[in-house]
């Protein structure tokens, strides 16, 4: 095997580590330079590929430098968008040593949502001999994951404390706590809203519920003794009361163990048991519909069937109701059993969770496999759509229009698999691109858009020293000779006089059957019709 290279690798490992198994000599043609050229460079980038919105995040960027000793260059870090070019930070760097190294650490704000799209740039130094190195662009996708949650009570009460600390425990929630009488906010700039103790006989959100409803809020309801009963049963499809709110039970929680809409710890489970009793209204408790159960009553030690967290969805929305007064003591019992609020936090938080979840009930939707594309990755898309049934079929085409920054267009047409949609577009060039599906079904079109960036490897430009040491040792290694270009012709001599190289014969058998041989049954047919023939004509017949 003849191999002709720089020796320069730019991803993986080191081939002089790896095992190549080859069953013949290596010999290695050296190309390039190995003389150092003045330049400095980015070696490495390092950041998270995922940041929050409204968080810092951490950005190291590897430095390094030949033969530049005694120069002065600047980093510059940039914000990119559509419309601008933003410097977000800027330092000076002394090189100090003609073979130089250091790491410079930067902190962004994530302040908008999406594919967020950075470069930095090394300012050239007098006589480098590459510049195309000097820059280099990262992505970052930025997610919105903050979630505003209304605690709306009838009346001030220890669970609105202890819920807000829950809930709070994690940055990415925002809680405002409010009373019925006072409130006259906005209701749908909210991702959730807890009712304690609402409806109640003194205020009536039936108002509150129509906004909800039309702007796709969910709820938790939180039954307790100021629940008006009647109006509760209206506001909600979840859970039936038949009872009265004046008379009070005590209640303990028991796992469902049917439940299966998320996971729960063992420990919790076991220790729901000796939870203090919460307050309930006495009577008489139904599911309602569809609606699933993850924990009952247990009243007295006797287990019931009665819920007392359960989930149900409508339209889309989804509503839990919890049919207890006293989380505030639970989180207490849970410090005092185990120095920490993890349990009381898991079973609050989960239930937030799974009741915030949005159902995607649109018929169309079309995704690409990633955000974020490396210029030698192709980029792939799947589409679905739904018939009114919620049933996946792909009878129509897919059409999809693809644009890149300068405003040219790039259009494709879905395969079909089975019952979905795939396209592979292939390679895309660095940038920012934006797409565009649609499909008519039923007389109506659909539309669904999203965008993707493609990040520039340039690794070719990143390293430029030709590394003829490398391959020398790959070369004895596997038994072979390092040689430059001017020596092929002794390499031509060596290999045509290795006795170890010799040609190589190979022998197979195939064999046909003897039907096909139409000659040998034509002949035959001959011979027997000149025996029939002779025959005849001496009267043997």
């Not at 998270?48 to 190291?60: E, M, R, S, T």
């Amino acid at each position: 095997m003849v191999l002709i290279t720089d020796g320069i690798f730019n991803e993986g490992s080191n081939p002089l580590y790896s095992d190549a198994k080859l069953h013949s000599p290596l010999y290695t043609i050296a190309q390039g330079d190995t003389t150092r050229k003045k330049d400095i460079f980015f070696q490495n980038i390092l950041h998270n590929k995922i940041a929050y919105l409204g968080d810092k995040f951490p950005v190291q960027v590897d430095i390094s430098a030949y033969n530049c000793s005694g120069s002065v260059t600047k980093i510059t870090l940039e914000a990119i968008n559509s419309n601008e070019t933003r410097k977000l930070n800027e330092e000076s760097i002394t090189i100090n040593d003609n073979t130089f190294f250091t790491s410079k650490t930067f902190l962004i704000d994530a302040t908008q949502s999406g594919v967020a799209r950075y470069r930095v740039r090394l300012s050239p130094v007098s006589g480098e001999f590459n510049n195309i190195n000097n820059y280099k662009e990262f992505f970052v996708e930025i997610l919105d994951a903050r979630q505003k949650v209304l605690l709306l009570a009838n009346a001030p009460h220890p669970d609105l404390g202890a819920l807000k600390s829950i809930i709070t425990e994690n940055k990415n929630y925002e809680v405002d706590i409010a009373y019925m009488n006072d409130f006259n906010g906005n209701i749908g700039k909210y991702n959730l809203v807890i009712l304690h103790n609402l409806p109640s006989e003194n205020s009536d959100i039936t108002g509150i519920l129509i906004k909800m409803k039309q702007s796709g809020v969910p709820a938790i309801f939180i039954v307790g003794m100021q629940t008006s009963l009647p109006r509760f049963n209206q506001s909600q499809e979840v859970i039936s009361i038949a009872g009265n709110s004046r008379n009070n039970e005590e209640i303990q929680a028991e796992f469902n163990p049917g439940f299966n809409q998320f996971t729960t710890s063992e420990y919790l489970k076991n220790k729901l048991k000796i939870f203090p009793p919460l307050q309930t209204p006495f009577g008489e408790y139904k599911v309602q519909g569809t609606s699933s159960v993850y924990l009952f009553q247990n009243i007295k030690k006797i287990k019931t069937n009665y819920p007392l967290i359960a989930f149900g969805e409508q339209n889309g929305v989804k509503t839990a109701v919890i049919t207890g007064e006293g989380i505030w003591k639970w989180r207490l019992f849970d410090f005092l059993q185990n120095q920490n609020y993890d349990l009381v936090s898991e079973l609050i938080n989960k239930t937030i969770l799974l009741t915030t979840i949005k159902t995607d009930k649109r018929k169309f939707r079309t995704s690409t496999s990633k955000n974020v594309y490396k210029d030698n990755e192709k980029v792939l898309f799947d589409a679905q759509l739904y018939n009114d049934n919620y049933e996946m079929i792909n009878d129509p085409d897919v059409k999809l229009v693809i644009k890149d920054d300068a405003g040219k267009e790039y259009r494709y047409t879905f395969s079909k698999t089975q019952n979905y949609y795939t396209l592979n577009a292939d390679l895309f060039a660095q940038g920012a691109y934006s797409y565009v599906s649609s499909v008519v079904s039923n007389g109506k079109e659909l539309v669904a858009a999203g965008k993707f960036h493609v990040e520039s490897l340039q690794l070719e430009q990143f390293d430029l020293t030709a590394r003829h040491s490398l391959l020398k040792s790959l070369a004895e290694k596997y038994n072979g000779t390092m040689m430059y270009p001017s020596h092929l012709g002794v390499l031509r001599d060596s290999l045509l006089n290795n006795v170890n190289i010799k040609p190589v014969l190979y022998e197979s058998k195939s064999t046909k059957p003897i039907i096909n041989l139409k000659w040998l049954f034509f002949l035959l047919m001959g011979l027997l019709t000149l025996e029939w023939f002779l025959r005849r004509f001496y009267g043997n017949y």
